[in-house]
């Protein structure tokens, strides 16, 4: 690792969308350099992470050139990728990492981000221990027990807080409430909201979506529509009940 770079700032955006990213890059020959041509498919606000992520990384150089580094992450085998992955959080999280071998608690571990990266904002500090939880458990470094669980794939901020399900209001089946108007104040709820499938030891798995998409930060939707492709990829499917084929 670079010694001259300037001081580390701990990425916050979702890992899972940067591992999603080098798995890509796996698929084709890596070119000399790593620039938005290749981030076509994110948003704008992903694609300024993502390269703000490679550089405090030093996966990549001033000028986006591909460094050794980021070669061994895209090219090794499984364990190889999980090596080198584990030196750059050791190498960059030396504070944090110390603080989970010593078995801290999630307060030490914030007020670790907050004392040895300046990251005084609660959300952001928030959302760069999720990526250090993630990044930690994708490289199988073990945690110290009182740190925040997360689901495994999703790397979402706070991700490890359950959310609450929306509270439903009666409705009739036009799709109005009992007092007349329509639930939520949206109107009728769409059609093909709901979906399952067969499964092909028997039964069925559904998924009903109430949300919406343009309302969504980029990590839940992305999950959203990851998880719809993983049903709609399942076999053939049925629509669920009550809704309109």
Not at 175 to 186: C, F, I, P, S
């Amino acid at each position: 690792m670079d010694q001259e770079r300037e001081p580390f700032r701990p990425p916050y955006m979702s890992f899972q969308t940067f591992w999603r990213f080098v798995e890509e890059l796996r698929s084709k020959p890596l070119p000399p350099q790593i620039d938005r041509s290749l981030m076509r498919s994110k948003s704008g606000t992903d694609q300024a992470n993502l390269n703000s992520t490679l550089d405090a990384f030093g996966l990549v150089g001033p000028s986006g050139e591909v460094r050794a580094e980021l070669k061994a992450l895209v090219h090794g085998d499984e364990p190889g990728r999980r090596r080198v992955l584990a030196e750059m959080i050791r190498h960059h999280y030396p504070v944090p990492i110390a603080v989970s071998e010593q078995n801290g608690t999630n307060q030490q571990l914030q007020e670790a981000f907050r004392d040895a990266y300046g990251m005084t904002a609660a959300d952001t500090r928030r959302k760069a221990t999720t990526f250090f939880l993630h990044a930690c458990r994708e490289a199988e470094i073990e945690l110290s027990p009182y740190f925040p669980s997360t689901r495994a794939g999703s790397g979402a901020p706070g991700a490890s807080k359950p959310r609450k399900p929306p509270r439903r209001r009666a409705t009739t089946s036009s799709g109005t409430e009992a007092n007349g108007q329509t639930a939520q104040g949206t109107g009728p709820v769409p059609a093909g909201d709901a979906y399952s499938v067969t499964l092909a030891s028997g039964g069925t798995v559904g998924v009903t979506v109430s949300v919406n998409l343009f309302e969504l930060s980029t990590d839940d939707r992305n999950f959203v529509i990851e998880l719809i492709d993983k049903l709609k990829g399942y076999g053939p499917a049925k629509p669920a009940a009550g809704v309109p084929s």
